[in-house]
């Protein structure tokens, strides 16, 4: 059974559909557990295909009930029908109308994908294959229809109910206590995209004025008694609407678009076609109960999925291997929208935090794979790291490579060319070549090459020559079924630093002027050599990562500490103390592990304590600059044989002693950013709260009791999330009776707040103690968890797997042991969530040997059982792989 579900689907395979569904029209008759669809399909032969062939549609776990071909049943000899599909072997040559009833139970369904119940209400969720669970259809996304939804349900239990397109008729079953709507959405889509929703809601409401005058009504639903918390996501939709028509000229196009927020679900959000489902996590926030992350995060999500009504819903993606084609390219929007709304400089360091956390791990691991695979087994399990955010990164290095003005005419080119159609990577690249009349075919390699490219860079200046030589060089590392890379085209974005800390101009011999700073490298070394370069300089490498690469350069602590003073590229002001304290840390792990005792590093602190004491920054990319690299950031910059304790003790170590030596700077800027006035979730605020509380964490780090009390004493008079979490954050590292008084008071003030509650969830998860297993055991049979709820889940056991270095790889195995047994106990009630748990093993080779050993024997229990989900087979088979 299971080698047969496990058969891998590859591009190269693509074939045109064979039929096409030009209308499909829905009757859904809601029932808690006999959910009724009444399906009628306009189908015709594809005049794209190979000519006459059978008629097969997908199916999972479908009961069906009945089937007609124009009006009359279908003899049971004449097609197959079970619950993984119904096949026509010889349906009428020419267009036909085929309608099929089928029987779904919402409530058992426990794997969040097609039609389900989240706290008694209706919801979909179709992406990748799941409207296959609700009707019998060509589940693929180059099948575009244009829909029509018939939805009925009791009226007390489901007084509000919503589809895709616009409300076309309403009104009352006479005599049965239930009511209906009928929704028309005129856009030809695919059946991915497809979406319901019938529940008890309340609602909070504006109108909206296109740029062309059009109005549309914006509506955002949530579980009774929730609404006062919409309104910040309702606003971001408002502003990510308005930008959206600024930025790149894209207008809405329905009468309505509606957000119905969930509290089960299995991802962030979902953008059905006008009617988008998101996890609650992503619209409810209010003050005091939402960080000021959570906040940002929420502008961010609902512009992401609204951006998808472009990219990604008028233009879609040809078959799943062109998933980057929607999520690459609207990641980078929601990211440019985010830069517009906030800080650019303070957004692209977080991005690029995310980007090296999660991608450059996926991509050093055995789960690495091309921005486009090539091959899967399991769609669900390539929405990952790397498809959207490196995805995103591909984008930008085409932006940086053109120049705005003729990224932007490929854009419309692209819109222009492609709309209401499924589209290629291939289509979307040659939009830019052809605006930017350029030859793309060498950055294709990108799309279809894994692994993070490493540069190394080294410089040779003759002064009284005026010249500066660079020499590059650029290796693309082995990853699995890749064993040989190419070199990519890499737009490198350089500065030159000169001594009074302006840029000397750029002037490469043979070439003139470099425009916008940009070198493109093409070949595995290369050499560019600079005139007119009298005065020493420092090269600032990579401005504003402008491509997704480790660099090696030969840059010493004197550069870095100059750069972090005096570059004029804010990113790369931070990644010089990044880079600065990353070195001291690698050290220091290596003397760790030799017994030895930790060196200190004046010249970090004296970089750090330049920064603070520069007041033109902004304090929220001071608080950057002041968080050191994380525990996962040291173990990949160290690579192989990682030892986490060690890492953790090296970090700590550093953390004790900026705490100790910045100690007055730092106290007196907390008691500087104290904020009298109300709390207001803006950049700015945000900014000044972020650099506040990194001041505390850190004046706490050496464990004073003095500063434990100042952050007990900031718990206790918070009025907002972000401080209350952030002292709470602070005090988790202390063992001390704080502490836990601080988890109890906060687990009863907001008991009955699920989303609050999972912060409680995390932040134990992740106290890098070595009692925290038994807690995070104990907290498995606390009354607010379930393992039938994702978010629980990931604030529960995806913060122990993914966020605590030192617990989950304990040296015991016993870290290891308890996620898989979860991920085993999940993976029969939900598998897509049981398989991204298990990626928190993909970095085990990288460890040393006593916890790889441990690590290794663990995914192999895991796999030699019989009855693993498709889902998880893929995970654990390619992890070992
Ligand atoms: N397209 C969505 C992500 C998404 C993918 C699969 C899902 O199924 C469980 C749900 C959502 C996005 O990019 O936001
Ligand atoms: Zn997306």
């Given at each position: 059974m299971r080698t047969e579900h496990a058969r891998p689907i590859r591009l190269s395979d693509y074939r045109p559909p064979d039929w096409l569904v030009d209308t499909v029209h829905l009757d859904v008759a809601l029932h808690p557990n006999r959910t009724r669809i009444k399906a009628r399909l306009a189908l015709r032969p594809n005049p794209a295909a190979r000519g006459p062939a059978p008629l097969v549609l997908d199916g999972d776990e479908l009961t069906p009930l009945s089937v007609t071909i124009d009006g009359a049943a279908l003899p049971e000899a004449a097609y197959a029908a079970g619950p993984d599909g119904l096949t026509i072997p010889q349906p009428p040559p020419g267009p036909f109308v085929l309608e099929v009833e089928t029987e779904i139970d919402p409530s058992a369904n426990t794997k969040l994908m097609g039609l389900y119940r989240s706290s008694g209400n209706y919801c979909t969720q179709?992406?990748?294959?799941?409207f296959r669970r609700i009707t019998y259809f060509p589940d693929r996304p180059d099948v575009m229809a244009v829909y029509t939804t018939r939805i009925e349900a009791d009226r007390d239990e489901a007084p509000v109910l919503l589809g895709n397109g616009n409300l076309v008729e309403r009104g009352d079953v006479p005599g049965t206590g239930r009511h209906f709507a009928v929704w028309h959405d005129p856009f030809p889509k695919p059946c991915y995209l497809f979406a319901l929703v019938g529940g008890r809601l309340d609602v909070c409401r504006t109108t909206f004025t296109t740029m062309s005058g059009r109005a549309v009504e914006l509506a955002v639903y949530v579980e009774p008694?929730?609404?006062?918390?919409a309104g910040y996501a309702l606003a971001a939709l408002e502003r990510s609407m308005r930008w959206d028509e600024e930025a790149f000229g894209r207008e809405y196009d329905l009468d309505v678009f509606n957000i119905v927020a969930v509290a089960d679900f299995n991802m962030g959000a979902m953008e059905n076609k006008g009617l988008n489902i998101f996890n609650d996590k992503y619209v409810l926030a209010s003050p005091e109960t939402a960080t000021d992350a959570d906040f940002a995060h929420i502008e961010a999500v609902i512009a992401h999925e609204y951006f998808h009504?472009?990219?990604?819903?008028?233009i879609t993606c040809r078959d799943w291997f062109q998933l980057c084609l929607k999520e690459g390219l609207t990641v980078f929007r929601d990211q440019e929208f985010s830069s517009d709304m906030r800080s650019r400089p303070v957004k692209r360091i977080a991005d690029v935090r995310v980007l090296r956390g999660h991608q450059f791990v996926e991509d050093a691991g055995p789960l690495a794979h091309p921005v486009r695979p090539e091959t899967y087994r399991e769609i669900n399990n390539f929405y990952t790291a790397t498809v959207y955010e490196k995805g995103a990164e591909v984008v930008r290095m085409l932006k940086t490579l053109l120049g705005p003005e003729t990224f932007r005419a490929g854009m419309d080119l692209y819109f222009a060319r492609h709309d209401g159609r499924a589209a290629t990577i291939e289509e979307f690249v040659a939009c830019f070549a052809d605006a930017g009349d350029t030859d793309l075919s060498h950055f294709m390699l990108w799309y279809g090459q894994a692994g993070t490219p490493e540069l190394a860079v080294t410089r040779r200046h003759d002064a009284q020559g005026g010249t500066l030589v660079l020499d590059i060089a650029q290796v693309v590392p082995p990853t699995p079924g890749q064993p040989v890379k190419s070199p990519l085209q890499i737009p490198l974005v350089l500065g030159l630093v000169g001594p009074d800390g302006r840029d000397v101009p750029l002037v490469r011999r043979g070439h003139g002027p470099v425009e916008r700073g940009v070198l493109v490298l093409r070949k595995p070394a290369e050499r560019f050599v600079f005139d007119g370069i009298t005065v020493p300089v420092v090269p600032s490498l990579n401005r504003g990562f402008s491509a997704p690469v480790k660099i090696k350069a030969d840059l010493g602590s004197d550069d870095l500490r100059f750069l972090a003073i005096h570059d004029s590229d804010p990113f790369n002001r931070w990644q010089a103390v990044q880079t600065l304290a990353s070195e001291i840390l690698i050290g220091n792990v290596a003397v760790i592990r030799a017994g030895g005792g930790v060196r200190h590093d004046g010249g970090l602190v004296h970089a750090l304590a330049s920064v603070l004491g520069d007041e033109r920054l902004e304090p929220a990319f001071v608080a950057q600059v002041l968080s050191i690299p994380s525990e996962g950031d040291i173990a990949r910059d160290i690579?192989?044989?990682?030892?986490p304790e060690a890492i953790f003790n090296a970090r700590h170590a550093l953390r004790r002693a900026i705490g100790n030596d910045l100690a007055p700077t730092l106290r007196v800027l907390y008691d500087r950013l104290r904020d009298d006035g109300p709390y207001s979730p803006d950049a700015a605020s945000a900014g000044r709260r972020a650099l506040r509380n990194v001041c505390l964490d850190l004046l706490a780090a050496p464990g004073h009791a003095g500063a434990v009390a100042l952050a007990a004493a900031q718990y206790a008079e918070a009025d907002n999330m972000t401080d209350r979490m952030a002292a709470l954050g602070t005090l988790s590292l202390h063992d001390t009776a704080e502490r836990e008084a601080a988890l109890a008071d906060f687990a009863e003030r907001f008991r009955d707040d699920p989303l609050v509650i999972d912060k409680w969830f995390a932040l134990q998860a992740m106290i890098p103690d070595p009692g925290t297993l038994a807690r995070v055991e104990r907290l498995i049979d606390h009354p607010a968890f379930s393992l039938g709820n994702p978010n629980r889940v990931r604030a529960l056991l995806g913060s122990f797997a993914q966020a605590n270095h030192t617990q989950f790889n304990r040296a015991d195995g016993k870290g290891y042991d308890f996620v898989a047994g979860m991920v085993l106990t999940l993976d029969g009630r939900n598998p897509q969530v049981a398989a991204r748990l298990m990626t928190a093993f993909r970095s085990w080779r990288a460890l040393e040997s006593g916890r790889r050993d441990k690590a290794r024997a663990t995914l192999e229990r895991v796999a030699a059982n019989p009855s693993l989900s498709r889902d998880l087979a893929d995970i654990v088979e390619r992890s070992l792989g």
């Open positions: 179709c992406e990748a294959e799941g008694g929730k609404a006062d918390r009504n472009w990219t990604g819903n008028r690579g192989r044989d990682v030892d």
